[in-house]
DNA sequence: TCTGGGGTCCTTACTCTA
DNA sequence: TCTGTAGAGTAAGGACCC
């Protein structure tokens, strides 16, 4: 039986913040966006203390300000993030090869070929996070990812939980529904709608009446996820499939030079985004949100791939001229599909 | 009244071609 | 040659994740 870990970083965003400003420590924080919570952004993350407040990643700075007038608002600062996620992920790859990255505060590890017992590696994992860092974790110890990540968000902060098998029943099934990995908001107001709000309401329906539900694809996932099952292997490398940049605007507009300059600008900074990343890429996409939050895309495939400012900034604007503006546009967005690495 | 940004994956519909 | 269809590629939208 393989042994997985899930390890998230605790309120990652906001301790790392605290770190930089001791006199934080204790406080309400939320990040996000601009730091202006006055202006147009969501929360990224809260610390412990601004979520007894109601405030929770997802919800608009502007709702955050209502709930927490007294909250320390600070803008996001994705380098200083991302240079303490690699000390971090460093540390993880001292106890396993088989690491898996799941974003900038969280990863999987397989540490099934350590010596000593898991429960034993997890907290010497903690340890030298923490005297590396500063920063606590929480972690999930479990036979795959699945449940390892289910484990890992029970006992929040600075928590270490094991579930196995034969665990399922007892701790898995009585969590609501949105628990389960897969199961969104909408998912969720469906699965409500038939009466189920808990892991076991969906692990008491046979498979075929899920599908029949849910679709093969998906049923069959709920199917299996819900009892625990789940054999997706830890995956170490990664390719980009697509490199995107948006926008939304303060205020919205329907002035197409305004909408039509941020097309520009979107673009070439995806286009130097590819560059980075050595692709070339093939298809093209452009989307609008107007002020009614309606989204529409339009996409342009070339005849080869292409890393050229012209030729991809010319498919952008022919995928504009496809989309009639005829309310005010909230948000401009550029993504570039079909990548290439190149050789 | 509000609802970011950067991704992945899935479903459905359509078109072209073998 | 005609017709039907399978499959690939493309397009659009939507759900979900951090």
Redesign the pocket.
Known sequence: MPVILHIDMDAFFASVEVLRRPELRGKPVVIG?SGDPTK???V?TASYEARKFGVH??M?L??ALKLCPNCIFLPVDYREYSRVSAIIKKIFLEFSPLMED?????AYLDITNRPEAPETTASFIKKRILGATGLTCSIGLAPNKLLA?IASDMNKPDGLTVVGMDDVARLIWPLAARKL????????EHLKGLGINTIGGVAAKSIEWLQAEF????GHYLYEASRGIHESPIVTSWE?????????YEIDTANWQAIAKTLAWLTSEVVD?LKDESCKA??VTVKIRFE??K???????LPEESDSLETLRRAAFE?LG?IRIEKRV??V?VRL??LKRQE
């Open positions: 966006g147009r952004g969501v990224s990643s997802a608009p502007r709702t799941v974003g900038i505060d969280e990540k990995p897969g199961i969104g908001p909408k998912t969720e679709g093969q694809s998906y980009p499939k697509s490199i995107s940049r948006e926008e939304t985004s093939k298809t009614d939050f989204t529409l895309t339009r996409a342009k495939t995928c496809r909230r948000l967005g599909s079909s």
